[in-house]
Structure formats: structure tokens, C-alpha cells
């Protein structure tokens, strides 16, 4: 099974994907994710990145689009791939269409993940992360068992730097401006099934599911 999880930022895409790549022995890739490994990493591309992070601004199609083929080669080892994150742009969405037509690698969900503006806020602005392993807990919503350490590696858990009140506005007008058109892409391919993203987060993987029954 070849997924996409779509949603603006906080609508809970890294934590569903966590669950639903290890229930379903999916390869998640979460562009983020690896763009902070790259910048952890002080690799080439994490310096082209991290400014274009730290502002909420989108980091260029040809750097992404490089970075998530060559992790997307890595799929094969499971029973498909869970992609959170990426595509974000239309170009990107060619680029991957492209991709997966060359290697007769068919696509067969995006499940587009909807969350009020309000809630968005809230999340992301109590969001809580693991740098080791990319968990995401929320200090009120859901928060780890031990206040500031990750439940899977232990770790000290942190706050993003692009989770403040100003860049989250600016990532959430870009998502707008850029990603919603994304939607559209997939709608036109017959691929798009939309979930509610509100509620308990168990109840949310179990509609994800679903709607790739569909
Ligand atoms: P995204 O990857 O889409 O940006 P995340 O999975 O990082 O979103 O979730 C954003 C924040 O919202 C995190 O702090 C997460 O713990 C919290 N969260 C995720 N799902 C829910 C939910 N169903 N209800 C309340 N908070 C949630
Ligand atoms: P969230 O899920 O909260 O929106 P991500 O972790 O997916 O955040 O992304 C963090 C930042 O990394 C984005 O604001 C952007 O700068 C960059 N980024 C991640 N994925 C992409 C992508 N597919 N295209 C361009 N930039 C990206």
C-alpha cells in the first residue's frame, strides 16, 4: 500500500503516520523529519535548508524532490510507503507522479486530514518533539508519561523553533497559497479521501484505515 497523508501544519500527520506506517509495515518518510536530520547532520543540504525552515517558508522543489527519491528507492524492503509532509507544492506532485510512473509503482491513497484553524493553533503551538526519534507528543493533548522525555527513546524532548505564534501563521497562509492546490492534483486522479482530524487520536487512525478500504 502506497500512501500519502495530507493536512495543513498540526493536523496530526507525523502522529498518525508513526502508527499507521508500524501497524501497516509502511516506510514512513517525513520530508520534515529528514530535513531536520540534514540540519542536525550539517550536511549541504541541511545548510541550503535551514533558513528557508526557520522562517515557515518552503525549502526548493529540486532539493526536495532529490532528498525523497532517493528515500523512496528504500520502499521496497516494505509493504509500500507512507509519505507525511511531502508533496507540498504541485511541482512536487508532478515530480513524484513521474517517479512513480517510471518505476510502475502505483499510488493508492491520499487521505487528506481536516482540523479547524483554532485547533491547528493550539497543537502546534503546545507541540512537543523528539529529535532522536521523531515522536510528537503535545503538552496538553498528549503528553508523554514522563513531563519532557520521550516514551519510545527517552530522550529530552523540545519545542520547535518554527512552532512560535508568528511562524506558525506564516507556514499556515503558505499551506493555503501552496499545498491546498495539491489537494486538487489528487482530486483529479480520483485519490482523495478526506477524514475528520478532530478527536481522539486512536478513533483518527482507525478512519485513516478506512478510508484506504475504500
Ligand atoms: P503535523 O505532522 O500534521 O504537523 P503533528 O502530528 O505533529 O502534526 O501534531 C501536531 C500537534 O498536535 C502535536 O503536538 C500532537 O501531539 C498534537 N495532536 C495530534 N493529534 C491530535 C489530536 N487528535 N488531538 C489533539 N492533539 C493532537
Ligand atoms: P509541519 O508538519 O508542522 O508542517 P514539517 O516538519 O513537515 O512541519 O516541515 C517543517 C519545515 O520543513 C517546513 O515549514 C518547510 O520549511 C520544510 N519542509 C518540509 N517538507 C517540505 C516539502 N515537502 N517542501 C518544502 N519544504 C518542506
Redesign the pocket.
Known amino acids: 500500500m502506497n500512501l500519502i497523508l495530507l493536512g495543513p501544519?498540526?493536523a496530526g500527520?507525523?502522529t498518525q503516520a508513526v502508527r499507521i506506517a508500524e501497524r501497516k509495515n509502511l516506510l514512513h518518510l517525513?520530508?520534515?523529519?529528514i530535513?531536520r536530520e540534514e540540519r542536525k547532520a550539517k550536511t549541504e543540504l541541511g545548510l541550503q535548508a535551514q533558513d528557508?525552515?526557520d522562517r515557515?517558508?518552503?525549502?526548493p522543489d529540486d532539493l526536495?524532490l532529490a532528498m525523497m527519491m532517493s528515500h523512496i528507492e528504500k520502499a521496497g524492503a516494505y509493504a509500500g510507503f507512507l509519505l507525511d509532509?511531502?508533496?507540498?507544492?504541485v511541482a512536487?506532485a508532478e515530480g513524484l507522479d513521474d517517479l512513480l510512473k517510471s518505476k510502475k509503482t502505483p499510488l493508492e491513497h491520499v487521505v487528506k486530514i481536516d482540523v479547524p484553524r483554532d485547533a491547528l493553533l493550539d497543537r502546534?503551538t503546545g507541540r512537543l518533539y523528539c529529535p532522536k526519534c521523531g515522536r510528537t507528543y503535545h503538552t496538553k493533548f498528549s503528553p508523554p508519561k514522563e513531563p519532557g522525555v520521550c516514551d519510545n527513546s527517552g530522550e529530552p524532548l523540545i519545542r520547535r523553533a518554527?512552532d512560535t505564534v508568528e511562524v506558525v501563521s506564516e507556514?499556515l497562509e503558505i499551506y493555503e497559497r501552496q499545498t491546498a492546490p495539491v489537494v486538487d492534483h489528487y482530486e483529479r486522479q480520483g485519490l482523495v479521501r478526506t477524514v475528520s482530524g478532530v478527536g481522539n487520536i486512536n478513533q483518527i487512525s482507525e478512519r485513516i484505515i478506512e478510508a484506504c478500504r475504500e
Open positions: 501544519p498540526g500527520k507525523g517525513s520530508s520534515g523529519d530535513l528557508y525552515m515557515g517558508a518552503l525549502v526536495i509532509g511531502f508533496p507540498r507544492t512536487q502546534l518554527d507556514r
